[in-house]
């Protein structure tokens, strides 16, 4: 059974940092890209970040770019998504997601599958 568990979520004020992490099982995670995407109250789901499989290389839309940093450790099933200088439209369920196998950077998350059950994230200004 596939599953991904996020967790590093909370209230934290602007300007402050968080870490969010995402077990996987189930699969061989090693060979997927892996995606952080975002919900915000009635706003549709975004794309934050991307990881390829080999760790290599990353890709972020402008809003986060500079401020959230991805990474993956293959030897703990999980990727990391470190947020630094989070302002109060960072607020969002945020969820991490399979990418493709021996994949790149996609941003589309139509490409993606098996997501998390999400972690909530508040930033108060």
């Known amino acids: 059974q596939v599953r991904l568990v996020e967790s590093g979520g909370g209230l934290v004020q602007a300007g402050d940092s968080l870490r969010l992490s995402c077990t996987a099982s189930?699969?061989?995670?090693?060979?997927?890209?892996m995606g952080w995407f975002r919900r915000a109250p009635g706003k549709e789901r975004e794309f934050v970040a991307v990881?390829?499989?080999?760790?290599?290389?990353?890709n972020y839309p402008d809003s986060v770019k500079g401020r959230f940093t991805i990474s993956r450790d293959n030897v703990k099933n999980t990727v990391y998504l470190q947020m630094d200088s989070l302002k109060p439209e960072d607020t969002a369920v945020y969820y991490c997601?399979?990418?493709?196998?021996?994949?790149?950077?996609?941003?589309?998350?139509?490409?993606?599958?098996?997501w998390g059950q999400g972690t909530q994230v508040t930033v108060s200004s």
């Open positions: 990881i390829d499989w080999s760790g290599r290389r990353t």
């Open positions: 997601a399979f990418g493709l196998q021996f994949g790149g950077i996609a941003t589309d998350s139509s490409l993606y599958t098996d």
């Open positions: 189930g699969r061989t995670f090693s060979i997927y890209a």
